[in-house]
């Protein structure tokens, strides 16, 4: 019964979140570009954000153990992004420019306002740095540890990177084709095996968001190039 108990709590949580940032990257890029469309956007990031902390507070009966990152954490995250970052643009060098419409990409900026040098700085800043520790937190803590009371540890490893995927994909869509979508989606899925495997195996989140770093400069390089060159 036990079991039952945890199983259903753990899909109600994973059905309580996962859909938030999907909500949150539509209605900003598709449905309300606009002001109306940055608030839901950025109620989706606060929820993403509060809702394990509410969860593990009140339903889990728990408390956020803060576990600060050691050497080999370090040294493993920055070597895992470099290679992540070389990756990157290199696919873009070899295949990606080739598949994306510029001018299509710099409407699209424009229209949420990231045409402006000054602003695509802020919002690389905190991409960068804030939002990829939010979800590492949220994907690769709390979505990865609810997949892993359902499934096998493997399991869990491919479907919290799935989940992590669908609201790269919802982005991605607006701004490139078929083609350049399906490739960068492909490489965030990836990505969020890899990062899921180092939590399974490390059960630290710091390795995931030191290479994620390196990860989200690797893309907003890509979108200096695009924009602004």
Not at 149 to 170: C, N
Request: charged share 10%; proline share 3%; aromatic share 18%.
């Amino acid at each position: 019964m036990l079991q039952i108990t945890l199983d259903k709590k753990a899909l109600l949580a994973l059905m309580l979140l996962v859909p938030a940032p999907s909500i949150g990257v539509a209605t900003q890029l598709y449905f309300l570009p606009r002001l109306e469309g940055y608030l839901v956007a950025l109620l989706s990031k606060v929820w993403l954000l509060l809702f394990p902390v509410i969860w593990l507070y009140f339903v889990d009966k728990s408390a956020i153990k803060i576990q600060y990152p050691k050497r080999p954490d370090l040294l493993a995250g920055v070597g895992l992004g470099l290679i992540m970052l070389f990756v990157i643009l290199t696919v873009y060098w070899l295949l990606g420019w080739r598949w994306i419409d510029t001018e299509y990409v710099l409407e699209r900026a424009r229209l949420v306002g990231f045409s402006s040098f000054n602003l695509y700085l802020l919002g690389a800043g905190y991409w960068i740095f804030i939002n990829s520790l939010l979800e590492e937190f949220v994907w690769r803590w709390f979505v990865y540890c609810q997949c892993e009371i359902l499934v096998s540890s493997r399991l869990a490893v491919i479907l919290s990177a799935l989940f992590f995927t669908i609201h790269h994909i919802i982005g991605l869509a607006a701004y490139f084709d078929w083609r350049a979508t399906a490739l960068c989606s492909c490489g965030v899925f990836i990505a969020g095996i890899i990062w899921s495997w180092c939590y399974l195996n490390y059960r630290s989140i710091w390795i995931g968001y030191i290479s994620h770093i390196f990860a989200d400069i690797a893309i907003f390089l890509i979108g200096w190039q695009l924009i602004f060159v």
